[in-house]
């Protein structure tokens, strides 16, 4: 959790590394200035300070929005703690609040994709039939009439097909059987993702990667983890501006994130950490909440399948995906279990 000393006159003394990721700053950036001027205006936590030197005790509040157009959405729990050197300091500690109504959002998300297998197990049934039909008598037809007329037929097969490849996706949705899982270096899987998008759909875009060497291997299948990172890659290149884009890939290891799972409700850590950061126009902030849901897009020709599979896929490998956005820099982040726990957990 992130932690600060703080100074009688709101100077920053101190921070963890919690503190650095949570501000987007290093430590000797964040010494350089006052704790007010990292939050917004009116913000209750400067009151929650002078609280807690006049009461020389610790107060605390849940739910205090620190959202800025730099930091994002940030909703946290705050406990402000006087303490006795140096004088009039207090110590302050950040709860943040959004990952665990995240992964709350993203059950609603599987029921979703539930009710989407159900559904496109009814397509594939009453509709793939007949498709096949209208195109089997379409080329027929193609055969029939003069060339000039024949856009109309290719026509008829082109979407066709389309309608099929959207049923087929939806299938993919519905299924559960178990895949083989064996330890993979994520890196090795970035490696793979950069490579198809610069020689395909991101030849003009500029990657950066911030990697940390030492990260462990996950527990799962590399190409259907390939997929879950080519596709946030696409949906991050679809965003960017004509000229000066820049897709960041990077990797870290985060210890303190925790989730209960399964009905015995097992904690199990999600350490891994992988982040796919823009500097696009950003997700509208009324799609934010449903951007996971089967056809949701921003996109004009869009199925607004994609990040519902990311999700899917995901949480299939026992990890959480969460996404902040605000203009010029949208950050997917996909938290995951380390290949360790995972093997420890299938054995036991």
């Known amino acids: 959790m992130p932690v600060l000393l703080i100074g009688p006159g ?30 917004p205006f009116g913000s209750p936590l400067i009151p929650l300070i002078a609280q807690a030197r006049e009461r020389n005790a610790s107060v605390g509040e849940r739910d205090v929005d620190l959202t800025t157009p730099k930091l994002g959405e940030k909703l946290t729990d705050i406990s402000v703690t006087p ?10 500690v950040l709860q943040e609040r959004s990952l665990a109504q995240r992964m709350d959002r993203q059950l609603l998300h599987r029921g979703a994709v539930r009710s989407l297998h ?21 080329q027929l037809l193609e055969e029939a009439v003069p060339p000039s007329e024949r856009n109309l037929t290719e026509l008829i097969c082109d979407e066709t097909d389309r309608i099929r490849g959207i049923i087929d996706r939806m299938e993919a949705f519905g299924d559960t059987r178990a895949f083989p899982r064996v330890p993979v270096n994520i890196h090795e899987v970035l490696d793979r993702v950069r490579k198809v ?32 990172f080519l596709n946030l890659v696409r949906n991050a290149c679809d965003a960017l501006p004509e000229t000066g884009g820049e897709i960041t ?10 989730v209960s799972v399964g009905p015995s409700g097992d904690r199990i850590s999600l350490p891994l950490e992988v982040t796919v950061r823009d500097n696009g126009a950003g997700v509208p902030p009324d799609l934010m909440p449903y951007i996971f849901d089967p056809f949701v897009t921003t996109k004009t020709s869009g199925t607004g399948l994609g ?37 420890m957990r299938e054995e036991s």
């Open 10 to 39: 709101q100077e920053i003394l101190f921070v963890n590394p919690a503190a650095e990721q949570f501000f987007g700053m290093g430590s000797t950036l964040l010494r350089q200035q006052r704790m007010d001027e990292l939050i």
């Open 83 to 92: 303490v006795s050197e140096p004088q009039n300091a207090v110590l302050i």
């Open 118 to 138: 159900g559904m496109a197990a009814v397509l594939a049934h009453e509709i793939k039939n007949p498709l096949a039909g209208i195109r089997g008598a379409a």
């Open 197 to 228: 998008a610069e020689t395909g759909f991101a030849r003009h875009v500029v990657f950066n990667e911030v990697f940390d060497p030492s990260l462990p291997p996950v527990l799962g299948d590399r190409d259907q983890l390939i997929q879950v």
């Open 249 to 258: 890939l990077t990797t870290g290891y985060r210890p303190g994130v925790r």
């Open 307 to 343: 990040l519902a599979l990311v999700a899917k896929i995901v949480g299939d490998h026992g990890g959480v995906i969460e996404c902040d956005s605000i203009p010029h820099k949208t950050v997917f982040r996909v938290l995951l279990p380390k290949a360790g726990q995972g093997e």
